[in-house]
């Protein structure tokens, strides 16, 4: 069975750092893309980025280019998704997702982890 | 502003059947498969539809997706209230390398 479980909730202040983690198992993590999608209650979901474990390529969307990091450690199968100045409008839930690749022009997040909870105030 | 376009809201009476739309152009829908996810906000998103038209396991065929040229549509019939959820559409943008999101439709099962 296919399972992304993330880690728990944070409460930050602005200017904090913050490391948020997505452990996999189930399947062979080094094939899969690992995505991570912001949801602002309220508002839509919006594709942050993805990695690649088996060489950790990284692909950004250009809205968080430069504001977040995606890493992986391929050895304990956890992808990771961490900001080095938190600002307050980066409250909101994270969710990773195992992104399926068929084809270039094929891909879907079939997977989801339970979502980690991210509250940026002072 | 989402570069999907969908509709903010749909609804329907139960056994009814809806239609969400989801506009884009060459660069995403119109060179790339779309897919279909259900979202209950607090829980995590649900693939509905894959490849265009396709069904995970465990998705009834009261489900369906197609695609034509830049638009892509995802059908619901025999609506039930547990269908009330957002729905987004996605693609891969080949021109922003990335995945990108419609700006999600909010269903209502009157």
């Known amino acids: 069975e296919v399972q992304l479980v993330q880690s728990g909730a944070e409460v930050k202040e602005p200017g904090q750092s913050l490391k948020i983690s997505c452990s996999a198992s189930g399947y062979i993590f080094n094939d899969y893309w690992i995505a991570w999608v912001r949801h602002v209650p309220g508002r839509g979901l919006q594709w942050m980025g993805m990695?690649?474990?088996?060489?950790?390529?990284?692909r950004y969307s250009p809205s968080f280019q430069g504001h977040v990091t995606i890493s992986v450690d391929k050895s304990i199968h956890t992808a990771y998704l961490q900001w080095s100045s938190l600002e307050a409008s980066d409250t909101a839930i994270y969710y990773c997702?195992?992104?399926?690749?068929?084809?270039?022009?094929?891909?879907?997040?079939?997977?989801w982890g339970q979502g980690t909870l991210v509250t940026v105030s002072s | 502003q989402s570069v999907l376009t969908q509709p903010p809201s749909v609804s329907a009476a139960p056994g009814q059947k809806v239609a969400i739309s989801c506009s884009g152009r060459?660069?995403?829908?119109?060179?790339?498969?779309v897919s279909w996810y259900q979202h209950l906000p607090g829980t995590a998103p649900r693939l509905v539809i894959y490849d265009n038209n396709k069904r995970p396991s465990g998705i009834p065929d009261r489900f369906s997706g197609s695609k034509s040229d830049t638009s892509a549509t995802l059908d619901i019939s025999g609506l039930q209230t547990g269908d009330e959820a957002d729905y987004y559409c996605a693609t891969w943008d080949s021109s922003l390398s990335a995945d990108i999101f419609g700006g999600g439709t909010k269903l209502t099962v009157l």
């Open positions: 990695v690649y474990p088996d060489d950790s390529d990284t």
């Open positions: 997702a195992r992104r399926t690749v068929t084809t270039f022009r094929q891909s879907y997040m079939q997977f």
């Open positions: 060459s660069s995403n829908v119109g060179n790339n498969f």
